[in-house]
């Protein structure tokens, strides 16, 4: 099929690059000039393991091309992707400009008949708000617009998107729906289910994922939290739960909250859609309130430890900066606010992190910026620290070291944020270990 791609972010460029390497030919757009000419240069500008390869090979064999020219490209397509930046608005919900501004310019292309995708994660009735923007342009006849909600994860993007657990496709027409299915069928040869609706519940369906898996990982987050007071171990807890298969193992894991560009954003996005129709969605504004007080819990626990909310002269090693692993995305990541907080109370940092060094110094605050020593390896973040700090679960990270932190470390001092290390090698290994809703040892 001929695929246009209108937005060359994370999501549009994993879905561009992934459909032509199932064998669509595939044109992605993009207003930025440098952004476009980067790409023709085979330059990927996303770190997402196992897209680079396929993203050579695309381009390589002529399927997958890049443009900054709309018209072309959309007159061509059976299938445009709208993959366009919805970051929050003002009053919570998405903003929906870049969607809008392309919407408005498809209809006076359109030739034949061609199915308009909103990919991005959109506000409930978008579907409909595109539809018609295009109409005012275009007969009805020559198009539908679809919705199909993205459920990738940043880190294992590639994989998600080649072998979905589900598809979604919201579709108002059985010619759109077929269409769809078609393009889909290749991914789903497992078994795996392509599952049609009417728009408004597929893009219902992409809120409700992300707001109930933020709402699992904070609940369990307060789970630790009791247990911390009750003398429990979460660990325990977790498996206990997690073998009725109604509750499931995974998103189990307790941590210093949850981060990234989606969780954030939709679990407000939703509160406020139902706000906007007379629905307080009570749930997820308790899970927001309990996350912004999860990411920076670790700290509340170093100035128990110490006695002091005064860190002057004291000096943090920092291990993981990004959200979490396998990125280099420090959206709404635990690290800047602990960051943040730990210097505010006057504590210098060594701060490494294998891939988001980058962007979080591009993100952070001047002060910060001044109080922290970046370095390039874990080791180094080790040197002379009153305590190490862990807010992401990088593998590297989890391998040897907790036999050899004592060694290692000027006080063998840890706060782990992701519960790497097991509670009797740390007792063994002779360091103070705190993590989350697991007993301390000290
Ligand atoms: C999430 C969803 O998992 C995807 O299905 C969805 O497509 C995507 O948002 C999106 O809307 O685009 P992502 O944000 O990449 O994907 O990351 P996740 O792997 O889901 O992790 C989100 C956050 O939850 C991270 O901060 C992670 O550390 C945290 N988390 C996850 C926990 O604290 N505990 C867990 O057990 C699992």
Not at 357 to 382: C, R
Request: aromatic share 8%; proline share 4%.
């Amino acid at each position: 099929m001929n695929l246009t791609v209108i937005g060359t972010g994370y999501v549009g460029l994993v879905s561009g690059t992934c459909f032509a390497d199932s064998g669509n030919d595939v044109t992605c757009v993009d207003i930025d000039e440098q952004k476009v000419a980067e790409l023709k240069e085979g330059n990927v500008p996303i770190y997402e393991p196992g897209l680079e390869p396929i993203f050579a090979r695309s381009i390589r064999e002529g399927r997958l091309r890049f443009t900054t020219e709309m018209e072309q490209a959309v007159t061509e397509a059976d299938i445009v992707f709208l993959c366009l930046p919805t970051p929050p608005g003002g009053d919570g919900q998405a903003d929906l400009s870049a969607v809008m501004s392309v919407a408005g310019q498809i209809g006076p292309l359109l030739e034949d008949y061609t199915v308009i995708v909103n990919k991005s994660t959109v506000p409930v009735g978008t579907a409909d708000r595109v539809r018609d923007a295009i109409a005012e342009e275009a007969s009805e006849e020559l198009f539908d617009v679809v919705s199909n909600p993205e459920f990738l994860r940043e880190g294992a993007a590639v994989d998600d998107f080649m072998k979905p657990e589900r598809v979604v496709i919201g579709a108002n027409s059985e010619r759109a729906a077929e269409l769809m299915t078609t393009l889909y069928e290749p991914f789903v040869r497992s078994g795996n289910p392509i599952i049609t609706m009417d728009t408004r519940s597929s893009e219902l369906t992409k809120y409700a994922a992300n707001a109930m898996l933020a709402t699992k990982i904070t609940f369990m987050n307060e789970i630790a939290n009791i247990c911390e007071r009750v003398g429990a171990n979460v660990d325990n807890v977790r498996r206990g739960i997690g073998t009725d298969s109604r509750i499931g193992k995974r998103f189990l894991f307790a941590g210093i909250g949850y981060g990234g560009s989606c969780f954030p954003k939709d679990v407000q996005a939703i509160h406020h859609t139902a706000g906007e129709h007379g629905y307080n969605f009570k749930i997820v504004d308790s899970v927001m309130e309990v996350n912004n007080w999860q990411k920076t819990s670790i700290v509340r626990k170093m100035e128990a430890h110490y006695g002091t909310d005064d860190f002057s002269g004291m000096t943090f090693g920092m291990w993981g900066l990004s959200f979490k692993p396998e990125t280099d995305d420090i959206r709404e990541a635990p690290a800047l606010y602990i960051a943040e907080e730990l210097v505010s109370r006057g504590a210098k940092l060594i701060a490494y992190d294998p891939e988001a060094i980058g962007t979080f110094k591009q993100a952070t605050s001047q002060d910060v910026l001044e109080a922290t020593t970046f370095v390039h390896n874990q080791k180094e973040a080790l040197d002379d620290i009153d305590a190490l700090v862990i807010c992401t679960e990088w593998n590297e990270f989890r391998r040897p070291t907790v036999d050899n932190f004592a060694d290692e470390m000027k006080q063998p001092v840890i706060f782990d944020g992701r519960n790497l290390y097991d509670l009797d090698r740390a007792r063994k290994a002779g360091i103070t270990y705190i993590s989350v809703g697991r007993p301390e040892v000290n």
